[in-house]
């Protein structure tokens, strides 16, 4: 299939640019993978659409605060994004990061705002054409604090929140976020509240968590148009046996599994062998477009997509593309709101 297949017309105010005030306020379009059937709901009245026994997965990776600015020796202002964590040391941490800056070279020491924090960043080297290894140097105790310190929520630049920090270090987390390590939401799991989740355990539901670490891997835009020509930059995701054992149980005795997010059907079609998830940590290039035959997954809960993503992509593969683009003229006619603080979709 080629990329242009899955491009559309989107009104740029249907692009969601705040929450709403309530995680659980959002719409929610559902599709009937057998009847092509829509039917308009909401994220509050989600349970009706579980039976006792489904096994719904999410993605408990945290986003970290991915977002920092340096200044060049020249004086000059550059944003570095991470991407990926590589190695940490006692006094130094190295990471993957795409460096936003003209006339950038190699052994560049970036000094972090604000002026006074002390703490430098080095370029090392380019990994790919678009990012870089570099290195932060010159604090004391964890990264993890010099990132709650001085980073920023990495919200995609094509939202323009007027939130504070604080507010989108809250709102830009799903609930359930335990493991720190991604630097974008799974924004699919921004929806659900303890209290919806509660309601879920009530119907019978089970609930399990895997872990995949957004990183390019999830929203690097795709620059072929021949989709068998593009590679996924790879992540890091993990399968508890505790996780493995409750979905491995539900495939086997013909429950659904409802994966929350792109993220979590990535996951466990990752570690799919012959129907079963395999336990297990590694790092995950899948890209699953139009053909591919998915061994665990039986529904997805997800976001609105941008045009000629791997994401809209993937979902196409799930519900087909004719399907999908239905859902999208349906969803922009009736003023869904898009993207990652948009409303959802149901695909069951």
């Not at 929450?19 to 092509?36: D, K």
């Not at 997965?57 to 944003?79: C, D, F, Q």
């Not at 992540?235 to 993220?263: F, L, M, W, Y």
Request: net charge neutral.
């Amino acid at each position: 299939m080629q990329l242009s297949d899955f491009s559309f017309d989107l009104p740029e105010e249907l692009i969601a640019q705040e929450p709403l005030n309530h995680r659980a306020q959002s719409r929610l379009l559902v599709i009937n993978r057998n009847t092509s059937e829509l039917t308009h709901s909401n994220i509050s009245d989600i349970a009706q659409y579980f039976r006792a026994g489904d096994v719904l997965v999410m993605n408990n990776s945290k986003v970290i605060p991915a977002r920092l600015y340096a200044k060049k020796p020249t004086g000059g202002k550059v944003e570095i994004f991470l991407v990926a964590h590589i190695a940490t040391t006692q006094n130094s941490s190295t990471w993957e990061a795409l460096i936003g800056g003209h006339h950038i070279a190699n052994n560049t020491e970036l000094a972090l705002l604000p002026e006074n924090s002390s703490v430098t960043c080095t370029t090392e080297a380019r990994i790919t054409e678009r990012t870089w290894r570099v290195t932060f140097r010159n604090y004391t105790g964890n990264f993890d604090a010099v990132l709650e310190r001085l980073g920023n929520t990495p919200i995609p630049p094509y939202i323009h929140s007027t939130l504070s920090e604080n507010e989108l270090r809250e709102r830009y987390q799903t609930v359930y976020a335990k493991s720190a390590g991604s630097v974008a939401a799974p924004t699919a799991g921004l929806h659900f509240t303890s209290e919806l989740l509660e309601q879920l355990c009530a119907k019978g539901v089970i609930t399990t968590e895997v872990t995949l670490h957004v990183g390019l891997g999830t929203f690097a835009p795709i620059r072929e148009n021949d989709l068998s020509k593009h590679h996924m930059h790879s992540e890091r995701a993990v399968i508890s046996q505790e996780a493995a054992h409750i979905i491995n149980a539900a495939k086997k005795e013909g429950r659904r599994v409802i994966a929350v997010g792109t993220t979590s059907v990535r996951t466990l079609e990752s570690f799919a062998h012959e129907g079963r998830v395999q336990a297990g940590e590694k790092s995950t290039s899948i890209f699953i477009q139009p053909g591919y035959q998915f061994q665990i997954v039986d529904g997805i809960l997800t976001n609105f997509h941008l045009p000629e993503s791997t994401l809209i992509v993937l979902v196409a593969a799930f519900a087909s593309r004719e399907r999908i683009l239905n859902a999208y003229k349906e969803a922009i006619a009736n003023r869904y709101r898009f993207y990652s603080f948009g409303d959802a979709m149901l695909i069951i």
